[in-house]
């Protein structure tokens, strides 16, 4: 329990750090605050176009689709808040950062990842919030305490998903040397499979975003539940259970990944 | 000219040497080639749905899409990030004391990063996607060639758009990399996404005055045959057009810019 406790301190006190880090230079944040808003508030506006030119895209009209499109964000908002850091494996390999951490006596994975508490990734939060309530209100979400509870449960679960994939990805760099290009592919696929109907996709690659990579588990399967949807998985609990579920078991995996690509860390040469 | 066609080929032979990368960044490209290509199968359905007068089928729009995934692949306008990051790093300050102009520089640098682009890129793009979805041929080769040459006019006024956005960092380097703000608006107003003639009718109109629909949309609509040849032919004048207007405009902005270096730490 004194761990626990030693943790979450420490945990606070780099976020502190990180906090007035980015703060130092505020103007700085400008050109972000500009361009995530301007490329989700697009996108959505995109699909709208799209809808309304032709006919719901199997089945998903433009409320259901904001309605998943916010729901995706939301997920997506809190990795990028939260685990950054793994996006950036390869330049803490090259760097040879993990030097650093591997002395002090605290589990690495934790140290790499709370090292950067990404203050402005909370704006990648902000058209998330915009519009899943907007989308939630046109589809008549039901605001009840149980349901947001499920909300909860799933958001956390696809946190958990995103983060496990991208610290996989990541954790390539310590055998190549090189991930950032695979995490920003992985990045642009992740947009692509959970903030649209994945019943857009044939059967077969519905399969393994289901299967293979628990990426349906993220926001589609849940968009579908909250929305009353035909299901296209059936499962015998809700998504509100399996979504955290799956997020648990994959970040175990990811850990594991992780800690096993570790072992090849050779430090940086001069 | 010599010197430039140095930069040119060392940009090649960097971009070459880092073919590793060139592949997953294809490899990514298919797959939003692929998401793109499913959501406009999901829209059209199966059958032929009308849409705003116009009468563009699926395997056009499908054509529409590879070919504008192909020229984002290729149009390399890097001078946006070269500029910003050397006036933030200061090195603009030894940029400035080489032998030859500094534009003419940065854009050898981007035709080379284009050159390999056309290789490593461009090539595997219309192998994937002559397997994935047929291939996308032109209206014809009248079409083809008005394609070619718009394509270039295109090219033009991305880079000096690029150019003159990067140049924002002699005043405010504090802002941060306003060129990623630009990409997102072009990114939707150049059409390279969703052709702007689904777009509501007012967008439509604000958008004729406005450079952006003449990068993506106007090469990509000769080459599928929805603008006819007088079509084209006007629309490649717009073209220059606008290459002039933004030409006279960075060579302002370049101007006041050099006497703005402000170079930083010591």
New interface residues.
Partial sequence: MNEVRHYVTVFGYYAKLAIQRQLEYPLFLVSWLLMIPTQYFTGIWMLKIIVDRFQPLSGWGFHDLAFLYGLGLLSHGLVVVFFIPTWGTEFAVLRGEFDRLLLRPMNVFFQFVTGYFNFIGLIDLIPGVVIFIYAANLVGFDWGIGNLLKLALVVIGGTLIRASLYTIIGAVAFWTKRSRNLIFMAVATMERTTMYPLTLYPQAIQAVLTFLLPIGFISFYPAEQFLDKSTSLELPLGLAIWTPVVGLIFFALAYAVFRFGLQKYESAGS | MRAYGYFIKMRVLTALAYR??VW??M??DI??LA?SV??W?????NGV?G??GFDVGLQNMITYTVISVLLASVFQTGVQNTIYTQVREGNIALDFMRPLPLLGIYLSDDIGSMVSALVNKAIPLIVAAVLLFGFPLPAGAGAFAGFLVSSLFSFVILWLMSAMVGMVAFWVA?????G??K???V??LSGS??PLW???DAVQNVSEWLPFQYTYQTPIGIYIGVTTAGDAVRAICIQGIWVIILGLLLAWIWKHARSKVMVQGG
Avoid: W
């Fill in positions: 590793f990368e997953i960044g490899v990514g797959i939003m998401a499913y959501i199968k999901a829209a059209y359905g749905v849409s705003g504090e802002l941060g990399n306003l990623m703000v990409d997102a608006v990114r939707v996404l969703v689904f777009f509501p």
